[in-house]
């Protein structure tokens, strides 16, 4: 088997929709946005990630049904336990890309067995790497039966899983986005596992964008772009004349997947841009918002949920050490963002009034 070096050409199409991209990228950077309005964005984009991407692999439950799970409402679901395990499973795999993304070190073999092990985990706190399949698997027509694709051998998945992850860590000049979506391609085109590739597929495309700087402050979801036209993302992922993995799969020219994946792209960072712009905060929030450092502005998102934080609190939203944590907080104390309230050992923190303000 030849080294993994995927085929494409960088077209005008391609090129017009990543200077889209770019252009969004870099002007939701200045954007105030109020940090109430920044928290509700984030939840609706992992609520539209979450509903999606289980609903391209079959998943029956609503939007509202996947947000009453979520939100860990008594529901009653019974007919459809395997589908709300999904939601589980899926919301828990997010959180963990969430982490990975956070994290400088490369992206590894183990992180996405992991990823996959959250995907298929039913909302486990705790999974352990799952292995790649030992056997072969087919995907079929659900109506028809004949087949649609037949993934290379059980045998060969470990290194064209190796050399698939040796090129997503490499240093070179492909774009981001473009590099995104050829690891989506190829994911589902090894189908390392029996089940789950999908939606590992899609989590993966979304870390490799967050680690590099395209996570548009949480705000986006590419998820719904495949789901409202689940032909168009089969026709366009279905790539050469055979379905046999060995006969030209490997090799084949994937521009059309990637001139539709980057188009989807550039839709989805034009859309939530717009939504943002439109709601951006008043001048005077502004004047404030700039008073503040990157981690005072992010720490707002933690405030909008609770009044008061604790040492604890602050550690494991930075992932700090808890001496790192006191220290940042003494350092907030004495430049008059926060308040402390309450004796040393039990000690929590409020934001001075005009910061409070700002939250609502």
């Not at 990228?25 to 939840?43: A, D």
């Not at 986005?177 to 029996?194: M, S």
């Not at 689940?230 to 490997?250: C, P, W």
């Not at 963002?337 to 009034?353: H, M």
Request: glycine share 6%; aromatic share 10%; hydrophobic share 35%.
């Amino acid at each position: 088997m030849a080294k993994f070096s995927p085929n494409y050409t960088l077209t005008n199409t391609i090129t017009n929709n990543l200077l889209k991209i770019e252009h969004v990228k870099e002007n939701i950077k200045g954007l105030p946005i109020n940090p109430q309005l920044l928290t509700s964005l984030r939840r609706s984009a992992r609520l539209s990630s979450v509903h999606y991407s289980t609903q391209i692999e079959g998943n029956r439950l609503s939007q509202e049904e996947v947000s009453d799970i979520l939100s860990k409402k008594n529901i009653k679901l019974k007919a459809r336990v395997r589908d709300e395990k999904e939601i589980k499973g899926y919301y828990m795999a997010l959180d963990f890309m969430d982490k990975l993304a956070k994290r400088k070190s490369s992206i590894s073999e183990t992180d996405i067995k992991k990823l996959h092990a959250y995907v298929e985990g039913g909302g486990r706190k705790t999974v352990k790497p799952t292995p790649y399949r030992e056997a072969q698997n087919v995907i079929t027509d659900s109506l028809s039966g004949r087949i649609v694709y037949m993934p290379p051998e059980a045998k060969d998945v470990p290194i064209l899983m190796k050399e698939f992850i040796d090129w997503i860590n490499e240093e070179n000049e492909i774009p981001i986005p473009i590099k995104a979506g050829i690891a989506h391609y190829q994911f589902v085109t090894v189908h390392p596992y029996f089940d789950g590739n999908g939606r590992t597929a899609r989590l993966l495309t979304t870390l490799i964008l967050h680690k590099h700087g395209y996570d548009l402050k949480g705000i986006y979801s590419l998820e719904e772009y495949y789901a409202k036209d689940l032909q168009g993302y089969y026709d366009a992922i279905t790539i050469g004349t055979s379905h046999n993995y060995y006969m030209g799969r490997a090799e084949a020219d994937i521009t059309k997947w990637l001139e539709y994946f980057i188009h989807g792209m550039a839709l989805a960072f034009t859309s939530v841009y717009k939504k943002a712009e439109a709601n951006k905060t008043s001048k005077d929030e502004t004047a404030i918002l700039r008073e503040l450092d990157a981690q005072q502005r992010r720490v707002l998102e933690l405030f909008e949920a609770q009044k008061f934080v604790t040492a604890n609190d602050i550690a494991e939203f930075f992932r700090f050490s808890p001496r790192s944590a006191r220290l940042l907080l003494k350092n907030w104390v004495d430049e008059g963002f926060i308040l402390p309230q309450g004796q040393s050992r039990q000690r929590k923190y409020c934001l001075v009034e005009k910061y409070e303000k700002i939250i609502g």
